[in-house]
């Protein structure tokens, strides 16, 4: 009987595959092959200063896609304009929960002018139940305003949604309390793995809701913490690392990602041992040569 090489050799040898199509044959599908998003938190100081300059050097790292923050430090006729100009398409924004109802038409408004096709909270930090329960009714009413102007609202954690609550958690409450058509989750899967949850479990159990995720690479060979990292003095404690560096296993995550709903991935890194435009080209170069086998 043939080996699997003895196989290949001979497709390539009578001409059936190249050798890039047999290369890629034999290494297996592309773990991701949609546009690759990155946060724009990631490089928020950059991007502060020199808005148009940032995105243009975040379009020559590969990117393609976006995610925004602070919508309203920018006019967003202005901001639309600095997307155009570098090719990047603006899928979602993270935004604080509204004020009022006239906050969340304003900036509803802005994500319009934006074509941004999602908006969404970025965290929050609750610590009973009934807390939570109370949150998942704000965004739920929330989300059914967002579907009437024509945007799905989300909702990114961190650590402290994971958090007992009785025989549940926050993040489970918010999964069971909304309506899946008013609610999708944005899961960050670094937050989700440094709060000792299995991403997988969670694809499993609600199918289809988890259509944004956050990729970020979790450094090797940590301390196990349960404190957040952002409550250490600043560059004390830095378990943030570029996708492919440190201890998350990808591939098992982008084998389910179509159970899980995924249509959109951001590469997020919140802080950074070296330049962060030299960390987002090499997260952006590893995700787009992964092969799920």
């Keep these: 009987m043939s080996t699997r090489r003895e196989f290949l050799q001979t ?5 059936v595959l190249g050798a890039a199509g047999l290369q890629a044959w034999a290494e297996g599908p592309l773990a991701w092959p949609h546009p690759i998003g990155l946060q724009i938190y990631t490089v928020r100081d950059a ?19 976006i995610e925004l923050i602070n919508l309203d430090s920018i006019p967003a006729d202005t901001l639309k304009g600095y997307i155009q100009q570098t090719g990047l398409k603006a899928v979602s924004g993270h935004v604080p929960l509204p004020k009022d109802d006239n906050d969340w038409n304003r900036t509803l408004g802005i994500a319009h002018t934006l074509g941004l096709s999602y908006l969404v909270i970025p965290f929050a930090v609750y610590k ?7 949150l998942a009714d704000k965004l739920d009413k929330l989300g059914r305003v967002c579907k009437q102007h024509g945007i799905q609202l989300g909702y990114h954690n961190h650590i402290y949604e994971f958090r007992p609550q009785g025989n549940t958690t926050g ?25 000792h949850q299995d991403p997988l479990a969670w694809f499993r159990q609600y199918p289809g809701r988890f259509q944004m995720l956050h990729i970020k690479g979790l450094k090797k060979h940590l301390p196990p913490q349960d404190q957040n990292p952002y409550e250490f003095p600043k560059g004390k404690f830095i378990p943030f690392t570029e996708v492919g560096q440190g201890r998350i296993n990808w591939r098992p995550i982008f084998a389910h990602v179509k159970e899980a709903g995924t249509k959109h991935i951001f590469v997020e890194q919140d802080r950074s041992d070296i330049d962060p435009f030299k960390a987002i080209a090499m997260s952006e170069k590893y995700l787009k040569n992964l092969r799920l086998s």
């Design 11 to 15: 497709l390539a040898g009578v001409g």
């Design 47 to 65: 991007y502060a200063k020199d808005p148009l300059g940032t995105l243009k050097r975040v379009r020559a790292a590969g990117y393609q896609e």
């Design 128 to 134: 009973t139940a009934d807390e939570w329960k109370g």
């Design 171 to 195: 993040y489970k409450i918010l999964l069971d309390n909304t309506d899946r058509s008013s609610l999708i989750m944005e899961m960050d899967l670094f937050w989700a793995t440094y709060a």
